[in-house]
């Protein structure tokens, strides 16, 4: 065994450690914030995380003793469990994203008739059809015994059996619809979704930008700092909007693209893949499962509120605010910060 078997089974297991807590607080967080379950996007990031999880769990460990055993890790029919898991549970995380991108364009774009367009029922067949989706690629690949041990990933997973040259045509097919229908599919959703969505916010911000002015010109008594931190809190705003729409494309880019690009390219009979390239695109795909949680959920100001409570209720001390040590001056400059941000919140919903 070389230093690079010994990196990639470290990476396996710091992958799978992170996924499998940072998924649990999440669905932690869902159980025990009633705030967070109020949102809709909650039935979308709680199918993810319950996706990532079951990655964690079934998915990862057995690639980790396929890298260490240098073989198929487990009986015949247990690696085709695994396979058909892996392959339901990977179409299903990304249609998963597609179904955020959704929700976000619709709550950004159309926000007047959010409430209406996406309600918990609506959610909940967004999530069906994902399942349904999922399944029925994985139960194709299955019935059709599409599904093995691949040594190139060291996984359970896609794959044409050694000579069954045959049906390879059939499998090529599959196997492009498969992609296409789900990689494809969602980052075609996402890419059109968020940039949506940042076209609108750059539109608001052209118009907050002149509604702050104007606003601060009123406010004739205001603090000169305050006045500053509003017009700069208007450009975090902008580049805090791009920065999340980066990171929700690029993320997904990624750590799909390099697997999903490698499994097209070994469709050719002359290519063989090397060993050690299809562990590393694996071991992206699982990287994703580890940075959702992170990149939808445990960052935003709800889940952190929820985490905070959690610990306080683990350690039994009650919440409180320390507004004992603010200064006259200071609690009015925050009056008029309050009041500005309320103001330019009002004209954005």
Request: net charge positive; hydrophobic share 45%; with cysteine.
């Amino acid at each position: 065994m070389n230093l690079l078997d010994i990196f990639l089974e470290l990476l396996v297991v710091v992958i799978a450690a992170v996924s499998l807590v940072a998924n649990s607080l999440v669905l932690l967080c869902f159980t025990c914030s009633s705030r967070v379950r109020a949102q809709v996007p909650g039935v979308f990031i709680i199918n993810l995380s319950f996706c990532n999880i079951l990655i964690a769990v079934l998915n990862m460990p057995s690639t980790l003793l396929a890298i260490v055993k240098c073989q198929k890790p487990f009986g015949d029919h247990f690696c085709y469990t695994v396979s058909f898991m892996d392959t339901f549970l990977t179409s299903n995380t990304m249609l998963s994203m597609a179904a955020l991108g959704i929700d976000r364009w619709i709550a950004v774009v159309f926000p007047l008739t959010y409430s209406s367009k996406m309600r918990l029922k609506n959610a909940v067949l967004m999530v069906s059809y994902v399942w349904l989706h999922s399944l029925a690629f994985s139960l194709t690949a299955l019935l059709l015994s599409w599904v093995d041990y691949s040594p190139a990933y060291a996984s359970c997973t896609l794959h044409l059996r050694e000579g069954d040259d045959e049906r390879r045509g059939h499998f090529t097919l599959f196997t492009a619809l498969y992609h296409a229908c789900t990689f494809a599919l969602s980052l075609f959703i996402m890419c059109f979704a968020y940039l949506k969505v940042l076209q609108v916010a750059r539109f608001h911000c052209k118009r907050i930008d002149v509604i702050t002015v104007q606003t601060l010109l009123l406010l004739v008594d205001i603090h000169p700092s305050v006045k500053q931190r509003c017009l700069v809190e208007q450009k975090k705003r902008r580049r805090r909007a791009i920065k999340k729409i980066c990171i929700f494309i690029g993320s997904f880019v990624l750590c799909f693209a390099p697997y999903v690009i490698t499994r097209l390219t070994e469709l050719a009979p002359s290519v063989k893949i090397n060993c050690h390239w299809g562990i590393m695109s694996k071991c992206l795909v699982y990287t994703k499962a580890a940075s959702d949680p992170f990149v939808y959920s445990l960052l935003r100001q709800q889940y952190k509120k929820a985490l905070f409570e959690m610990r306080n209720r683990i350690l039994g001390r009650n919440s409180y605010t320390l507004s004992g040590h603010s200064s006259p001056s200071g609690m009015e400059n925050e009056y008029y910060t309050q009041r500005v941000n309320k103001l330019l919140n009002d004209d954005c919903h």
